[in-house]
């Protein structure tokens, strides 16, 4: 919020003694939509707490208002949404368009999470091209059709590789993953941050492809990977659409001040994200948030809904229409 500064040094006796009875409170900007009353967001635990840190600080506009629920599983999500316990949601990108295809009615309201996936290479491995990993296992998160499995199967197929066929697979949860390959255990790991800064803490293993970078190439995407954004209920949306925009801006405002203030920033969710702080700082660095509103960003959600649904049909149940995106 940007606030008027006035270079003369004469203050009319009147104007003072206004400015003092409104408590000398700075009124928001011409325009520019606060919030009234408060508002509930379900969030889920890990790095996409990170853009909270404004709100949680307090430091973000309306931040007082806006009541902070984590989730840790999908269907944790959807009880919350579905029940109308939760008027905004941040969610992946894929979940997002799959739980609205279930019959929750959500409205994308833009993506702030674009930066976050990388493979890692065992000490001795070299990585020249997906040719590398023939014959070779990638470790990966929890399950088959996360968003990393899936770009790893399309750069792969892409490249003229059959997964499951000329490159292995194994899921397991990503501290398992960091603690075997801590071990040398595991040749690759297809890791999100801050695992891979984890991985890397206590090894010589090296990050050998930034799969933003290799979707930028590939895809020609503005932003990066649509990785997670902000939903809200289309019915909350109908009946208060100050309160959205409101909402909108206090998650702009949090996100900016937590990318300018990343110590204090990490310091504001330490009880939340409870991972060393050299770790999360150095995890950071190779993230990416920024809040991009759903019209803008909507052809990069397009593109990657459908190049998931057509690497792994299973994984998007339909790329949603004109309708999902905030207008």
């Known amino acids: 919020m940007k606030n008027k500064i006035?270079?003369?040094?004469?203050?009319?006796?009147?104007?003072?003694?206004?400015?003092?009875?409104?408590?000398?409170?700075?009124?928001?900007?011409?325009?520019?939509?606060?919030?009234?009353?408060?508002?509930?967001?379900?969030?889920?635990?890990?790095?996409?707490v990170i853009p909270l840190a404004g709100i949680i600080s307090g430091e973000a506009q309306n931040s007082e208002l806006v009541a902070i629920q984590y989730w840790t599983t999908i269907d944790?999500?959807?009880?919350?949404?579905?029940?109308?316990?939760?008027?905004?949601?941040?969610?992946?990108?894929?979940?997002?368009?799959?739980?609205?295809?279930?019959?929750?009615?959500?409205?994308?309201l833009g993506v702030h999470e674009w930066k976050v996936f990388y493979l890692l290479a065992a000490p001795g491995e070299t990585f020249d091209g997906w040719e590398s990993l023939v014959g070779k296992t990638v470790y990966s998160p929890e399950s088959k059709g996360q968003t990393v499995?899936?770009?790893?199967r399309f750069a792969l197929a892409g490249s003229g590789i059959e997964p499951d066929v000329d490159v292995n697979f194994v899921y397991a949860p990503a501290q398992e993953i960091?603690?075997?390959?801590?071990?040398?255990?595991?040749?690759?790991?297809?890791?999100?941050?801050?695992?891979?800064?984890?991985a890397l803490s206590q090894s010589d293993g090296a990050i050998v492809l930034d799969y933003q970078k290799y979707w930028n190439e590939v895809n020609g995407s503005e932003y990066?990977?649509?990785?997670?954004?902000?939903?809200?209920?289309?019915?909350?949306?109908?009946?208060?659409?100050?309160?959205v925009e409101a909402m909108i801006n206090t998650l702009t405002d949090s996100t900016e001040w937590a990318n300018e203030h990343p110590e204090e920033a990490l310091t504001a969710i330490s009880d939340v994200l409870t991972l060393p702080q050299n770790v999360m700082l150095s995890a950071?660095?190779?993230?990416?948030?920024?809040?991009?509103?759903?019209?803008?960003?909507?052809?990069?959600?397009?593109?990657?809904?459908?190049?998931?649904?057509?690497?792994?049909?299973?994984?998007?149940?339909?790329?949603?229409?004109?309708?999902?995106?905030?207008?």
């Open 6 to 48: 006035f270079k003369s040094t004469k203050v009319f006796p009147f104007l003072l003694l206004v400015i003092c009875l409104l408590g000398c409170t700075q009124p928001a900007a011409a325009g520019e939509a606060t919030l009234d009353t408060q508002v509930s967001l379900i969030n889920p635990l890990g790095p996409a």
């Open 76 to 108: 944790e999500a959807i009880g919350l949404l579905a029940g109308e316990d939760a008027d905004f949601a941040v969610l992946p990108i894929t979940a997002g368009a799959n739980i609205a295809a279930s019959g929750v009615d959500l409205v994308l």
């Open 149 to 152: 499995d899936v770009l790893t």
């Open 178 to 198: 960091v603690a075997l390959f801590k071990e040398g255990k595991v040749e690759y790991a297809a890791l999100p941050e801050p695992f891979v800064s984890l």
């Open 224 to 243: 990066g990977i649509p990785i997670a954004g902000l939903f809200v209920r289309r019915s909350f949306l109908t009946e208060n659409p100050t309160a």
């Open 284 to 327: 950071m660095e190779r993230m990416e948030f920024g809040f991009i509103n759903a019209q803008d960003s909507k052809q990069s959600v397009l593109d990657f809904l459908e190049t998931v649904q057509t690497t792994y049909p299973e994984g998007i149940k339909a790329v949603p229409g004109d309708e999902f995106f905030a207008q």
